[in-house]
């Protein structure tokens, strides 16, 4: 199946930095989805991001198809952004979400 | 409100007693599916379903049921639970099967199985 990797796996900024996440898939894929899992574990939609570039407030991803792999920016974080950002993936030829390992993300005051 | 609902949000229960994981969305999708998500292992597939009285087995769907009866529900069948069925479950949506749309993510029900 396709295969899905994140890095970093940790990181732990101050906040007001940036940052930028990484996702490499191994396959052409029809869809591409930034998760955030917040400390209560709840998923929370970020980007539906196949291809192109979008922006959401302080945050915004890319994702360059050809070359399979997608970032995700967060400008000035908070200490509300911890958590574990996912990216995930739909294959050409699957139905299911095939998620990353994330990027365990901690902001310190 | 556009959302996917989930019940129950916690459950502890024991080996061998029957339960249901509800599970609703209010957005007229076709496509809905259940996934676990273990420590290690991350989210995987239990199953999934395309339409009402179509569904069919993802990666882990040892143990678990579902139907489709109604357009907007997708319950999860654990008939007889064990302890390895210990996990955080989600359900999704999204408008259509093909894999190009957004999928929605119901808020998570946390199992317990002793």
């Known amino acids: 199946g396709i295969q899905v990797e994140q890095s970093p796996p940790d990181l732990i900024l101050q906040e007001g930095a940036n940052s930028t996440l990484r996702c490499n898939f191994s396959d052409s894929v029809n869809n591409l989805q930034w998760f955030h899992q917040n400390p209560w574990g709840q998923l929370i939609n970020l980007f539906y991001?196949?291809?192109g570039t979008k922006q959401n407030g302080r945050l915004s991803a890319t994702t360059v198809a050809t070359e399979r792999y997608s970032l995700l920016y967060i400008s000035s974080s908070q200490t509300t952004d911890s958590g574990v950002y996912f990216c995930a993936v739909i294959s050409n030829s699957g139905y299911a979400l095939n998620f990353g390992k994330g990027t365990s993300l901690l902001v310190t005051p | 409100e556009a959302q996917v609902t989930q019940n129950p949000r916690y459950l502890i229960t024991v080996t061998g007693k029957k339960l249901t994981v509800t599970c609703s969305q209010n957005m007229n999708h076709e496509y809905m599916s259940w996934y676990r998500q273990d420590p290690g292992l991350g989210l995987r597939q239990i199953y999934y379903s395309m339409n009402v009285e179509v569904t069919d087995k993802g990666d882990v769907p040892e143990g678990y049921k579902v139907s489709r009866k109604e357009k907007r529900n997708f319950p999860l069948i654990l008939e007889s639970p064990s302890p390895n069925q210990t996990s955080l479950y989600f359900c999704a949506s999204s408008l259509s099967v093909g894999g190009k749309e957004t999928q929605y993510f119901g808020p998570g029900t946390r199992l317990l199985v002793l």
């Open positions: 991001i196949p291809s």
